[in-house]
């Protein structure tokens, strides 16, 4: 009876501090953005709000239209906040922003049940919630999400983010254990992820590294047990290739690999200028300042020149570390924050040229497995001081004796 009580108490401590920590979020958030809920539209929004006609009545030919075109839920969001709003921007912003706090608490939700996975033992049992909390906040209020959460039109962002991670947490609570109704939700969200932004066909390898990683403990023959699964998550790729572009010319669209003409941005160019970009999102993470929503950045011609050579080589680096840690150290959660960082920014910061080369709301997702290997590492330092000190205080007092 005892351990039933015990129990309980754990469990209704937990609801409190969750629905608590839902409320911080919401609260920051709210505080952090008060001032934007009358910004006005800006360059995209306007082509795709105030000058698009077929977001203006809803009708069966104008939502099928949306249906078929690329990015069929944001669009339909759109129509939906027009019927409701019609230019009148606060109602906009306060779409975004809710959507913006849900992902905060979602990101929560990712990380405590991720630290309160079977992997880990007891080693964050008593931090968890603190951890999940502290990355949750530094998601919800970093100076570097401003552009997804006040750019109206970068809702394609937050959107894809929102489905993106609930896939993630689908698949935690059922997904992994073979569970049909999970796994066709799974199919469902993810659907929604791609069909907001294309990036998100990189679900299906996320995904497969988290179970790697968190749940089937680097078994692949666990991982291939629930091929299906991957499958379901991957149908969404369908969707993708039916409409997006690669051969568009740069007049017509802002992707492709035709742009060259256009631009001079050839696929080797913008993968050189990339690596130059990616450590560009590490320094707006760690120090957000010189924060900008068109940027002119110098595209990088050949690999052996300053920076571009060092860039590379960082990332090199980067990724030998990670490899290492996993290997020698058993460390999951920061390996898999880099690689989430990586694996999320890939579809749009890697070879695919893009006349605008650098974006900050192309940061949005992937800065979690930013937050995930800085907590972990702020909770890593201070328990080893906490360490050192526990070993010092015995040794000052035997030196202290006569």
Same mark, same amino acid.
């Given at each position: 009876?005892?351990?039933?009580?015990?129990?309980?108490d754990?469990?209704?401590?937990?609801?409190? +501090? $969750?629905? &608590?920590? +839902?409320?911080?979020?919401?609260a920051?958030?709210?505080?952090?953005?008060?001032n934007?809920?009358?910004?006005?539209?800006?360059?995209?929004?306007?082509?795709?709000?105030?000058? $698009?006609?077929?977001?203006?009545?809803?009708?069966?030919? /104008?939502?099928e239209?949306?249906?078929? !075109?690329?990015?069929?839920? &944001?669009?339909?969001?759109?129509?939906? /906040?027009y019927?409701?709003?019609g230019? /009148?921007?606060?109602?906009?912003?306060?779409?975004?922003?809710s959507?913006?706090?849900? /992902?905060?608490?979602?990101?929560?939700?990712?990380? %405590?049940?991720?630290?309160?996975l079977?992997?880990?033992?007891?080693?964050?049992?008593?931090?968890?919630?603190?951890?999940?909390l502290f990355?949750?906040?530094?998601?919800?209020?970093h100076p570097?999400?401003?552009?997804?959460? #006040?750019?109206?039109?970068?809702?394609?962002e937050?959107?894809? #983010?929102?489905?993106?991670?609930?896939?993630?947490l689908? +698949?935690?609570?059922g997904?992994a254990?073979?569970?049909?109704?999970?796994?066709a939700?799974?199919?469902?969200?993810? *659907?929604?992820?791609?069909?907001?932004?294309e990036?998100?066909v990189?679900?299906?390898?996320?995904?497969?590294l988290?179970?790697?990683?968190?749940?089937?403990?680097?078994?692949?023959?666990?991982?291939?047990?629930?091929?299906y699964?991957?499958?379901l998550?991957?149908?969404p790729?369908?969707?993708?290739?039916s409409?997006?572009?690669?051969?568009?010319?740069?007049?017509?669209?802002?992707?492709?690999?035709?742009?060259?003409?256009?631009? !001079?941005?050839?696929?080797?160019?913008?993968?050189?200028?990339?690596? $130059?970009? %990616?450590?560009?999102?590490?320094r707006?993470?760690?120090?957000?300042?010189h924060? $900008?929503?068109?940027?002119?950045?110098?595209?990088?011609?050949?690999? +052996?020149?300053?920076?571009? *050579?060092?860039?590379?080589?960082?990332?090199? *680096?980067?990724?030998?570390?990670?490899?290492?840690?996993?290997?020698?150290?058993?460390?999951?959660?920061?390996?898999?924050?880099?690689?989430?960082?990586?694996?999320?920014?890939?579809?749009?910061?890697?070879?695919?040229?893009?006349?605008?080369?650098?974006f900050?709301?192309?940061v949005?997702?992937p800065?979690?497995?930013f937050? *995930?290997?800085?907590?972990?590492?702020?909770?890593?330092?201070?328990d080893?001081?906490?360490?050192?000190?526990?070993?010092?205080?015995?040794?000052r007092r035997t030196?202290?004796?006569?």
């Open positions: 009876m005892s351990s039933m009580a015990s129990y309980i754990k469990f209704f401590s937990l609801k409190r +501090f $969750n629905l &608590v920590a +839902f409320g911080v979020i919401a920051m958030v709210l505080i952090a953005y008060s934007t809920f009358t910004a006005s539209f800006h360059f995209d929004d306007n082509p795709s709000i105030i000058e $698009n006609a077929t977001i203006r009545h809803i009708t069966a030919d /104008n939502i239209q949306i249906l078929r !075109g690329v990015r069929p839920v &944001v669009y339909l969001s759109i129509m939906l /906040n019927a409701v709003s230019l /009148n921007v606060i109602g906009w912003h306060v779409f975004n922003i959507i913006h706090i849900i /992902n905060s608490i979602f990101t929560y939700l990712l990380i %405590l049940w991720t630290l309160s079977p992997v880990f033992g007891k080693k964050y049992q008593e931090k968890a919630m603190r951890m999940a990355g949750a906040l530094l998601f919800a209020v570097v999400q401003t552009e997804s959460v #006040t750019y109206i039109i970068s809702r394609t937050l959107l894809a #983010t929102c489905f993106y991670l609930a896939t993630f689908l +698949f935690i609570k997904g254990s073979g569970s049909v109704p999970y796994a939700a799974m199919l469902v969200t993810s *659907i929604l992820a791609v069909g907001s932004k990036w998100a990189t679900l299906p390898a996320m995904l497969m988290y179970d790697f990683f968190f749940i089937a403990e680097g078994k692949v023959k666990s991982i291939l047990s629930r091929w699964v991957y499958v998550t991957a149908l790729w369908v969707q993708v290739l409409t997006l572009n690669l051969t568009a010319k740069g007049g017509q669209a802002g992707i492709g690999f035709n742009i060259t003409t256009a631009t !001079g941005i050839t696929p080797l160019t913008y993968l050189l200028t990339s690596f $130059n970009v %990616l450590w560009t999102y590490v707006l993470l760690v120090l957000p300042i924060q $900008n929503l068109d940027y002119d950045y110098p595209v990088a011609k050949v690999l +052996f020149e300053v920076p571009t *050579i060092f860039s590379f080589l960082g990332h090199v *680096i980067l990724a030998i570390v990670a490899f290492w840690l996993y290997k020698k150290k058993r460390m999951l959660l920061v390996p898999f924050g880099i690689a989430w960082f990586y694996i999320g920014i890939s579809p749009v910061q890697s070879f695919v040229p893009i006349i605008d080369v650098i900050e709301h192309r949005y997702m800065s979690i497995g937050f *995930i290997v800085f907590v972990v590492l702020y909770e890593g330092i201070f080893w001081l906490q360490g050192r000190r526990k070993v010092e205080q015995p040794q030196l202290g004796k006569p």
